[in-house]
């Protein structure tokens, strides 16, 4: 695993654990991360970061047609 190291204006009140799940969220939304990895750099479980996921904003559902169509297929 890659480590990075941010610094982060004073006048942004987000902790590292906040940072971390908005990081997460962008990258799984953009098809980066899967569920369970995106879950992991967060520290928390799938089922915790799914519940989180729409406090941010983010979606754990994919906007991709062709995602849509071989979850269709796969259920």
Not at 9 to 20: A, G, Q, R, S
Not at 50 to 73: H, N, R, V
Request: aromatic content about 8%; hydrophobic content about 40%.
């Amino acid at each position: 695993m890659k480590t990075i190291s941010l610094t982060l204006p004073d006048t942004l009140d987000f902790n590292e654990t906040e940072v971390k799940i908005i990081l997460a969220g962008e990258l799984y939304e953009r098809g980066k991360l899967t569920l369970g990895q995106a879950a992991d750099l967060c520290g928390l479980t799938k089922r915790t970061f799914i519940e989180i996921m729409g406090k941010y904003g983010f979606s754990i559902f994919s906007q991709s047609s062709d995602d849509l169509a071989s979850d269709i297929e796969n259920a």
